[in-house]
């Protein structure tokens, strides 16, 4: 059973930037595809970004394209989110996700691909 814990969260002024992290326990991460995702105050839950099985191709929201990087760390089976630029828009509890081997590409963005999820990370950015 896979067990992730996101840390990294906090308040921030517009602007700054934070780096989440994710620690899986229980699974090799360079075996999952993994995911972020965010859901904001009185939102749904909403893609931010993906990294497809063994490294391959990364996927964005288009309203964190440029601003947010997502990573790995193979040795340390922790992912990253690194967030830059930060708007109060982008306040939100963050979530990791993540699922043994693939997703197609076209289905990085669906929640509902993913079996593992972590408990979330609170992120506010103020104005």
């Known amino acids: 059973q896979v067990q992730l814990v996101e840390s990294g969260g906090g308040l921030v002024e517009t602007g700054h930037s934070l780096r989440l992290s994710c620690s899986a326990s229980?699974?090799?991460?360079?075996?999952?595809?993994v995911g972020w995702f965010r859901q904001g105050p009185g939102k749904e839950r909403e893609f931010v970004a993906a990294?497809?099985?063994?490294?391959?191709?990364?996927s964005y929201a288009d309203s964190v394209k440029g601003r947010f990087t997502i990573s790995r760390d193979n040795a340390k089976n922790t992912l990253y989110l690194q967030m830059n630029s930060l708007k109060p828009e982008d306040t939100a509890d963050y979530y990791c996700?993540?699922?043994?081997?693939?997703?197609?590409?076209?289905?990085?963005?669906?929640?509902?691909?993913?079996?593992?999820w972590g408990q979330g990370t609170r992120v506010t950015v103020s104005s």
């Open positions: 990294s497809r099985f063994q490294g391959g191709a990364t």
């Open positions: 229980g699974g090799t991460l360079r075996s999952f595809t």
């Open positions: 996700a993540a699922k043994g081997g693939q997703i197609i590409l076209s289905q990085l963005s669906n929640a509902d691909m993913y079996g593992y």
